[in-house]
């Protein structure tokens, strides 16, 4: 028999016979690989693990618990499923069934939409021919033949696709898979058998159009999950579940912070206590702004059109733009996306010398960009919001000392907010881009350079820079470990082109400034959404829309708890009353949903010792104290936004 080459990853090469199968390659190198692998990589081309070699070739074999494994585990899965939903629905025709992000769908044509129970019974299913551990079979056939195999079996997507691999890749053949009865199109690879498949969850089912066009039919998609271990399928539950409970869609209801409504979509209505939050967060931005010497301005929000040609956003943006113009005027305006050339006509409207510079400008403007109703979501994508924008002018030798300055402000906010964990990433020059190789190498290196000499780390994103200039970009991991981009700092050296910007050298020449666009949070909508997530809406004591609820126990004690209202009121702390006449458990239950983090609990005692009795939120009874002590107490705590969760420690309060 004829031999071949196999090159392993390891860079070894081993002498097997041809026909050889991955599988019996990782049984040659060790019992537990055998058991682990799920498929290979054969000359870089995932296959199945059973597929035999007949060339020398190069094989890495990919185990369960790789993110290839998981992926392949996840595909095979929706493999199971449309197997299950087959047998109890004959009349189910099937679409496509790709993995996804930690688990899988498949696009079902019923008559019926699946209910939760119909999803149990698909489940039980799944779970017994995966029991019944049918081999997974791969077979390559001629396109005109599987179009009568698919055509038999009513399998009209099927066929669909299949002329689409004939017309539009221009294949003759292409691979099935057979599991007992079931046979689906796929390009696989697939897990060797079905018992390969056991720790699983269907999630839910959304209607989805065929190929995404709402021409077309609507299709029930079943997403689900699927794990090679019961431990990461619980543990991600888990995070469903927990995830479920942060969505700040459920908290923007639960307490009362925001709205939105049809008359216009994707744009969140802010309630009094959402108003809160935000107005806080515009103020702590602000507070920076006196500390780092930036200026803050208003712009307007609707402007010539001509600017948006001049600025380059309406030939690269305007999908993304709204335009207006007033019946009586000739004249065609947009709304703006971005405050970047108002604030380059600011600075073009003035002389300016190198003793003005680095010019920083601030503004937090309200935006609107059109996003399409698929993509918007929650506070987290809208189609208005404002950031804590600005644009720095500075001359080129000054990039790095600002840039230096900016991350500073920039990681101590977040650290202020708990965002423990910061990644910082360099976008470097893309293929399309303006101004000459020698200004990006030089600002790229200046970046680098600066994020250096301060000990940070960072990683590099290609070619991934803004076509005007390199960026960082500043990701931060919430609660649940998930990854959110905040903020950013880019470097621009078209804009002050296209504006003719300049200002005077100390040489008495005119020269060009660079650009700096910068955001710490960023949109304060979508960072107001990350921040109750991250938070699970346990806001720190500055931040939360009431700091301290009284709650007198009977009406006995109403006047006097007017009175600390009053008094706590008086001293900037926002405070509410709760003199309802219920039971002063059901007065906590609620104050501890709303998640306020004092209570000052007032009975007949605290009258009497002109006291009140504390209750920290989720922590309990903190003790009995003066109404003095509790204001200078939260005052402080407040003024010095000291803690993340508003816990006070024991020996500030006794
Ligand atoms: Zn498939
Ligand atoms: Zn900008």
Redesign the pocket.
């Given at each position: 028999m004829d031999e071949i080459q196999v090159t392993l990853p390891d860079g070894s090469i081993h002498s097997y016979p041809a026909g050889v199968t991955p599988l019996d390659i990782a049984r040659s190198i060790g019992k537990r690989l055998a058991k682990d692998a799920v498929a290979a990589r054969v000359n870089g081309q995932q296959v199945d693990v059973t597929r035999p070699i007949f060339e020398d070739a190069e094989v890495a074999l990919i185990t369960i618990d790789s993110d290839e494994g998981r992926e392949i585990l996840r595909h095979s899965t929706s493999h199971l499923m449309a197997q299950a939903v087959k047998e109890l629905y004959p009349d189910a025709k099937i679409a496509i069934g790709p993995p996804i992000e930690n688990g899988f769908y498949y696009d079902i044509d019923v008559d019926e939409p699946f209910s939760e129970d119909d999803l149990r019974t698909i489940e039980d299913r799944m779970h017994k021919l995966a029991e019944e551990d049918f081999q997974v079979k791969r077979e390559v056939k001629p396109i005109e033949e599987l179009v009568g195999l698919f055509g038999e079996r009513s399998e009209d997507y099927k066929v669909e696709l299949l002329e689409d691999i004939r017309e539009n890749q221009g294949d003759d053949s292409a691979s099935i898979y057979w599991q007992g009865a079931f046979v689906d199109l796929c390009r696989g690879p697939h897990t060797p058998s079905t018992g390969w498949i056991r720790h699983f969850r269907l999630l839910n089912t959304a209607g989805a159009y065929w190929r995404g066009d709402e021409h077309n039919k609507m299709l029930q998609r079943i997403y689900g999950t699927s794990w090679p271990t019961e431990k990461e399928l619980e543990e991600y539950l888990h995070f469903l579940e927990e995830a479920r409970e942060r969505d700040h869609r459920k908290l923007g209801k639960e307490l009362d912070l925001f709205s939105f409504h049809p008359e216009a979509p994707a744009s969140p209505f802010f309630h009094p206590k959402g108003t809160v939050i935000y107005n806080e967060l515009v103020e702590y931005i602000r507070s920076l702004y006196g500390q780092y010497d930036y200026q803050e301005v208003i712009t307007p929000q609707i402007l010539d059109v001509e600017l948006w040609h001049r600025s380059g956003h309406y030939d690269n943006y305007q999908e993304n733009m709204y335009f207006t113009s007033p019946k009586d005027e000739q004249r065609t305006y947009a709304v703006k996306p971005?405050?970047?050339p108002t604030h380059a006509l600011l600075f073009a409207g003035q002389k300016h010398s190198y003793r003005d510079l680095p010019l920083r400008i601030a503004d937090f403007g309200r935006l609107h960009r059109y996003e399409r109703a698929g993509v918007t979501s929650g506070l987290t994508r809208v189609r208005t919001f404002a950031q804590d924008?600005a644009?720095i002018f500075c001359t080129f030798d000054q990039i790095e000392p600002e840039v230096i300055q900016l991350v500073e402000i920039i990681l101590n906010a977040y650290q202020l907010f708990g965002f423990e964990e910061v990644e910082i990433e360099i976008s470097t020059r893309p293929e399309k881009h303006i101004g000459d190789v020698d200004t990006w190498d030089t600002a790229e290196e200046l970046l680098k350079k600066a994020l250096e000499n301060q000990g940070y780390t960072y990683a590099i994103n290609e070619g991934d820079g803004a076509f005007y200039g390199p960026k960082i970009d500043f990701i931060v991991k919430d609660a649940l470990r998930r990854d959110w981009q905040l903020g950013t700092v880019q470097l621009d050296f078209m804009m002050p082109e296209r504006f003719d910007l300049t200002y005077t050298a100390s040489s008495g020449k005119e020269e060009r400034p660079v650009m700096v666009?910068r955001a710490i949070l960023g949109s304060l909508e979508r960072f107001i959404g990350i921040l109750l997530e991250h938070t699970a809406g346990e806001l720190p004591l500055w931040l939360a829309p009431v700091q301290c609820r009284i709650l007198p126990i009977t009406d006995t004690q109403r006047n006097y708890a007017q009175l600390i209202h009053q008094e706590l009121t008086a001293a900037g702390i926002r405070t509410e009353l709760d003199d309802r006449s219920e039971t002063v458990g059901a007065k906590i239950r609620d104050a501890e949903l709303q998640k306020i983090p004092y209570m000052a609990i007032i009975g007949p005692r605290e009258v009497e010792h002109e006291t009140v009795s504390l209750r920290e939120h989720t922590l309990g009874d903190r003790g009995e104290l003066t109404v003095s002590k509790l204001r200078d107490l939260l005052v402080e705590h407040i003024d010095t936004k000291q803690q993340m969760n508003h816990k006070m420690k024991e020996d500030q309060i006794v």
């Open positions: 971005m405050n970047c924008d644009h666009h």
